[in-house]
């Protein structure tokens, strides 16, 4: 399993509300909602702590959830729905057809709702190709990069490989001209192989890849964040990786997002993932969490299960007043202060991930993680040289 998002993806722009305490909340931009905490596979990596969990959640409660954010009109009017946390395709095809006719029932005439879902693909067929086109939902595809990388990590719960099954996949959405993006999980051993992983995507051709070193989060404690030297490693990967990609083979995640927030100007970006209520989380139950999914089935002494609300007892209001949900705030936000006194980065950030400063620091009030060196830091230094040299060269 692979984590949802990068937090530079959805930068908050929009107005949003404060709370008794002071702390701005919202708008709400992204619910993630997971089908099933069960996965099919074992991944060496995966953060999940409840993935031999089959439960399913039911229709109702996906649309109920939906229905809570349009009922505290905290919605943004651009709203991603996104079905993640667990492999979303052991639900049955059936519960997203039901679902998606109660959610177009209550969706506001003003509101843009766009499905997204993360998937590994073992299971995609035909079939699945065919809800994807009649419910308009964006697919993005987990693989790692050749078989030698990805079988050493994603196999099935009897230690098979996947990368075959994953491949026959991408060619079948392919040939329905179904679109897909790409999250790869680079490993240590991946650092060494920047040009057979550009080759690789740059035959397989997704509209976008995500680059996620793999990290300590939720309940996975990583191996290549160990490494004295993982940084530089990054680094030099990242350059090579990013010099190959200049024909523009491959479109990568992260510089895409950083040159958009680079170029947008002097506008503070606000970090979706740090933003209380800017993003919420519902499971297979109707429980809600917020700020990060990789939260989601862990327990923290400070934080309980970091659940503060159930769609079908309480509206969103309610659930914001919870001892959890203000704590939780109160804590990520005093991170995300500390963030922007320290860090000549917060403007092209806006204060990091929680779930990495609670994976790597313990807390969330800290502040630099070694994820955020790599997928902010190093990524805004060589756009910025980027973007330099093209002003220089349309300059002369």
Known sequence: MTRVMHP??????????????????????????????????????????????????????????????????????????????????????????????????????????????????????????????????????????????????????????????????????????????????????SLDHAQAIHRFFADLGPTEVGLNLEESDGAHTSVVLGGTDVIQRYADFLAEFRSLCCDGSVKIREFE??????????????????????????DWRGRVSGFSPELQGLRHPLYDDFIFGHVETQTLDEMFESHTFRNLTRDISAGVTACRQSCSYFGLCGGGSPSNKLGEHGSFIGTSTVHCTAHIKLVADMALIEIEKELCATST
């Open 257 to 282: 997002s950083m040159r958009d927030a680079i170029l947008s100007g002097g506008e503070e970006r606000r970090s979706i993932t740090a933003t209380p209520a800017g993003l919420l989380c519902v």
């Open 8 to 189: 530079m993806q959805h930068a908050i722009r929009q107005p949003a509300w404060t709370n008794e305490m002071g702390v701005s909340l919202g708008p709400i931009k992204q619910i993630v909602l997971q089908p099933t905490p069960f996965c099919n596979l074992a991944c060496r990596y995966c953060y999940l702590p409840d993935k031999d969990n089959r439960g399913h959640m039911k229709p109702e409660i996906a649309a109920l959830s939906l229905y809570r954010v349009f009922e505290s009109k905290r919605s943004d009017h651009d709203l991603e729905l996104r079905w993640h946390a667990g492999e979303p395709l052991v639900v049955p095809a059936d519960f997203y057809r039901k679902a998606n006719r109660l959610i177009r029932e209550i969706t506001p005439s003003n509101v843009s709702l766009r499905q997204t879902l993360q998937t590994n693909a073992v299971l995609l067929d035909d079939a699945w190709c065919d809800v994807f086109e009649e419910l308009g939902i964006e697919v993005g595809v987990s693989i790692d990069g050749p078989a030698f990388l990805h079988d050493a990590y994603r196999h099935t719960r009897n230690g098979r490989p996947t990368h075959a099954a994953v491949m026959a996949a991408c060619e079948r959405l392919h040939a329905r001209g179904i679109p897909f993006t790409v999250i790869a999980v680079l490993t240590e051993a």
